[in-house]
């Protein structure tokens, strides 16, 4: 008994009727012109005036549905007085199809039917609950139900019936409020396709964060570790070879250039504002990027073989890459040595290699620390080429980074 009271004495189940209730307020200047043909039209039956005013007061209800700002205003107050979970309206993507077009305008409908419903009801039992214990107005209560009738005329007969229509007016407020809060979710909530179509966007979305994630780590990673290497050699050489220290240090200002060009893309892509055409390093820029490394003392043995101009677009900027973040981790964590750039075009197959000396397990000297992301970042881009890849010892004392790419007309 006490449980079945518990919605009675909810603050928010009268919360929620009242916006059920607001309906009936809101609704009143449309039935006014809904009873414009009615009052034209006069010579028509009682029940066909009132037919056509039913039918063109739904049909004004339904085209006020399909305004967006309407669809901003009951999710804003659903939330509030319904206590309903519902995103932003504009937040969630149309789905374009004609159901998820009409499902605010039947919200709209029921919400009026059953604000209309529930204010006459509720209204009518708590005016009887008031006036009726004690004869008030001089009010009495008959009721008949298969065949037989019952009359409270005073006395603690009406002021049971009183409490009895009070309570049942609250019963009202609680039907109202629950039916609200179902169906809102239902047809205030994106759809089935727009949940989907939200979903695909944030994937997308995510994918592409991912993506530049994986370019700002290696042009960056790159461009700290050949710096910082470079400004070591510069600095030791700065007395004894002034023309190697020049050298060192305008390759630091081209290397730091270039990572400024791709910091300021992913940040504007990061800031969703128009950003500029993308920074592209393709493998015909490898000389370039050999150059980089070889000024930081490092010696680098190119193998390139086969057509790579053949080789474009997506394909060829991974593989680049690729490359990148393989010399990085031999200038980080190698033992000094001739480096090994292995790139062979083939007509279906694109394979990249890197080898390079280690020491002490596979780590020199001067290895730089590691955040353990540039093999896993490796990894998930050749995996999202369909390709190969294998690290590991080449030997007792090498490093080998094998990658091997299906070559496709499109890349």
Known sequence: MIKAMRPLLRRSTYSGALFGYGAVLASLPLLSFALLPALVWRSAPEGVQIGVALLLWAVLIGLVGLARTTRRVLVLSARRLLKVPLPDADAVRASGSRAGRWRTPLWLLLHVAVGWTGALASGLLLFV????????????????????????????QSWAAGLGCLL???????????????????????SAAERLASA????????ERNRLAHELHDSIGHTLTTTTIQAAVAGEVLAADPVAARAALRSIEESARAALEDLDYVLGVLREREAETAPTRTLADLPELFDRVRHTGAVVEPDLSGDLAHVQGTLSRAAYRILQEGLTNAMRHGAGGPITVRVRAGAEVLELGVVNGTADGGKGPGAFPSSGRGLSGLAERVRLLNGDIETGPDGPRHWRLAVRLPVRPSA
């Open 129 to 156: 609950g008031l006036t009726l214990p004690g004869g008030w107005l001089d009010a009495e209560l008959g009721l008949s139900l298969l065949g037989r009738s019952v009359r409270v005329e005073g006395g603690w």
């Open 200 to 207: 695909a966007e944030r994937e997308l979305r995510l994918a």
């Open 168 to 190: 049942l007016a609250g019963a009202v407020c609680v039907l109202v409020t629950r039916t609200l809060r179902w169906s809102a979710p239902r047809l205030l909530g994106p």
